[in-house]
């Protein structure tokens, strides 16, 4: 089902930064303004975005193992303390996470402390603890409180050869002794092979299908170095649903971009659980996003994903991990990066004023954030214009709109403009077009600027310029004929 953009959206801060990644109110945003919606823009319809809904697909019922405190901890810029993450494990959780995975007790010892401490703050979330297949990992895991354990060992020809140096039997056999283990002491456990794509598919079925049959709860797929391609994915996830019947996980590393996709396809084939990170943060360049992940899923289920995640949280949890890593939100994150849900082109942000569903697929509402349109470029347009000269309580006709529109084009192309510089153009034409005595439309410009300005004029009352826009305007609704060929000094 397709998400409605419907609905006006919240005036909030939207998560926007400038060009140094620092947090800015909307207002400090240069050449942009947040605007709201006129009206309810989306009747419910069917939609092109609608999942394939055949009798493997999980899509509509999918779980997040979110793994920022164990993936996460592996991302070159991380070093959490007890303090951050407890506070990420509470924000995490408050998000809904459905399991928080956190790093293997046996690293070290304040790893298996703050392992304890998280599972005593009584969390909605499972707790899992992500260790090696080896027994005395095991054993000291099912101690620390976790609800269970993800364990993994590495099967590609690779990682046997210059790894750990074991054969697939011995892998089977550890594997088998350490799920009884873990069984035994109650926990829920999954078994997983590292680096799963390059590990031959024979292998990989006939120990996925021997855990299984000794109740595993979950076996896991991992792309481990971002190799596979969704279609491999589906290919893979989908014999391997033919094989076991305990849940998939899956965990797909973002090398090559495909991580998001991958999950998509994972979930399509029948993968029943993705491993996520805030903002992908984990070994080398990561793996599929929390957030990017909740735009994909938003767009193929959005009741399943409001009913059960809070997605209004998402900018404070990637804020917080952000600030803990000492990155900054990438402008072009999903969802929360500061252009994510701004409109520029005058064609686009025409169409936007109108309805936002027209170059929106998520609304940013439902994240609790803002659209905006951007007001001040040389591609701005009349309907822009004419929206903000509105959002400052001044009127004029559609001709008038169009007029002012040209002289912001003029002067956005004789240097980078800011919203502020529109509005005090729109101010100053206004001022203009009610009183003898005119006002420059902007101040402050070099002398190269206004020179360039005034020829920028001269080209826009070229008869043919005139032309497009008496074309154009609105018959009833003239600009006053000694405004219209005047050239507007500049200050
Ligand atoms: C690694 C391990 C892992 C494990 C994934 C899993 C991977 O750091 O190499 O347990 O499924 O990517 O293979 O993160
Ligand atoms: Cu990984």
Redesign the pocket.
């Given at each position: 089902m397709c998400p409605p953009v419907d609905g006006t959206p919240a005036n909030g801060s939207n998560g926007h930064a400038n060009a140094n990644g620092e947090n800015g109110a909307p207002g400090n945003h240069p050449g942009y303004s947040a605007i709201q919606s006129s009206h309810n823009p989306h009747p419910h319809h069917k939609s092109p975005y609608q999942p394939v809904g055949d009798f493997l697909s999980n899509v509509s019922r999918f779980k997040i193992i979110e793994?920022t405190l164990?993936?996460g901890e592996?991302f070159a810029n991380a070093y959490f303390d007890l303090d951050a993450k407890i506070k990420i494990a509470k924000a995490l959780d408050e998000f809904g996470v459905d399991y928080i995975e956190l790093t293997s007790p046996a690293a070290s010892e304040q790893s298996r402390r703050d392992c304890e401490a998280i599972c005593k703050l009584g969390l909605k979330a499972k707790i899992l603890t992500?260790v090696r297949c080896h027994l005395e990992d095991a054993k000291i895991a099912v101690e620390t409180g976790v609800d269970g354990l993800?364990?993994?060992i590495?099967t590609s020809s690779y990682l046997r050869e210059h790894s750990h140096g074991k054969d697939m039997t011995y892998i089977k056999n550890t594997a088998l002794e350490v799920i009884e283990f873990v069984k035994s002491k109650g926990k829920e456990i999954?078994f997983?092979?590292?680096?799963?794509f390059r590990s031959d598919l024979v292998d990989l079925l006939s120990i996925y299908s021997a855990v299984d049959k000794i109740g595993v709860n979950r076996v896991?797929?991992?792309?481990?170095?971002g190799c596979a391609s969704p279609r491999q994915v589906y290919d893979l996830v989908r014999t391997l649903r033919g094989v076991v019947s305990c849940d998939i996980?899956?965990?797909f590393?973002n090398d090559t971009g495909c991580a998001i996709a991958n999950a998509y396809c994972a979930l399509e084939a029948g993968a029943t659980h993705i491993?996520t990170s805030v903002l992908g943060i984990?070994?080398r360049n990561g793996?599929t996003p929390l957030g990017g992940l909740m735009a994909r899923m938003l767009v193929a289920d959005r009741d399943y994903v409001l009913s059960k995640y809070n997605l209004k949280k998402l900018k404070e949890v990637e804020e917080l991990v952000a600030d803990y890593v000492e990155v900054n939100v990438p402008f072009n994150n999903y969802i929360t990066g500061f252009c994510a849900f701004t409109h520029k082109a005058g064609i686009h942000a025409k169409a936007i004023l109108n309805n936002p569903s027209t170059y929106e697929i998520i609304n940013p509402a439902d994240f609790g954030l803002t659209r905006y349109v951007h007001f001040a470029s040389r591609l701005t347009g009349w309907n822009a214009i004419k929206s903000r000269a509105d959002q400052l309580g001044l009127n004029m006709t559609d001709a008038q709109y169009k007029d002012c529109t040209a002289k912001v084009k003029a002067l956005a192309d004789v240097r980078k403009i800011t919203l502020d510089d529109t509005d005090a153009i729109i101010r100053a034409y206004h001022h203009n077009l009610h009183n003898e005595k005119e006002v420059p439309l902007l101040e402050g410009l070099t002398a190269e600027e206004k020179k360039k300005y005034i020829a920028a004029e001269q080209e826009l009352s070229s008869e043919k310029e005139k032309r497009q826009l008496e074309e154009t305007a609105d018959v009833q609704a003239e600009v006053p004929a000694n405004k219209k060929t005047k050239t507007v000094t500049v200050s």
């Open positions: 793994s164990r993936e592996q992500h993800d364990v993994v590495g999954r997983s092979s590292e680096d799963s896991g797929i991992a792309d481990t170095v996980e899956t965990h590393h491993d984990g070994e793996i």
